[in-house]
């Protein structure tokens, strides 16, 4: 299965930008789907997941309040709705789907990623 994430951007401290991630097949409806981020020299690390009805969802500490992922009901596109940007938001964006029905913290459980997509937050 091939992800395809889009909608990163360069924006301003405070404002909002708005991921999105598509599946190439349906055979991840019954999969959790996950948001992961890498800053450079950094390690990527876990944003938010979401399980395959569009429930259980968690957040990275890092961004709980903020962010807000979704996801239709058992649908191949997950998005992530990012309110009130901070300097250390900037990274490349990752989608994953997890292995299981729910989405995990760890980028182990994860069995397939998209290519990335920039998002950059200046001051």
């Known amino acids: 299965v091939q992800l395809q994430a889009y909608g990163g951007g360069l924006v301003q401290a405070g404002d909002s930008l708005r991921l999105s991630c598509t599946a190439s097949?349906?055979?991840?409806?019954?999969?959790?789907m996950g948001w992961f981020r890498q800053a450079p020299g950094k390690e990527r690390e876990f944003v938010a997941a979401?399980?395959?009805?569009?429930?259980?969802?968690r957040y990275a500490d890092s961004v709980k309040g903020r962010f807000t992922i979704s996801r239709e009901y058992a649908q191949t596109t997950v998005s992530l709705q990012m309110n009130s940007l901070k300097l250390e938001d900037t990274a490349v964006y990752y989608c994953a789907v997890s292995r299981r029905a729910v989405g995990g913290e760890s980028s182990a459980g994860y069995t397939a990623w998209g290519q990335g997509t920039q998002v950059t937050v200046s001051s």
């Open positions: 979401i399980g395959w009805n569009g429930g259980s969802a």
């Open positions: 097949s349906r055979i991840v409806s019954n999969n959790g």
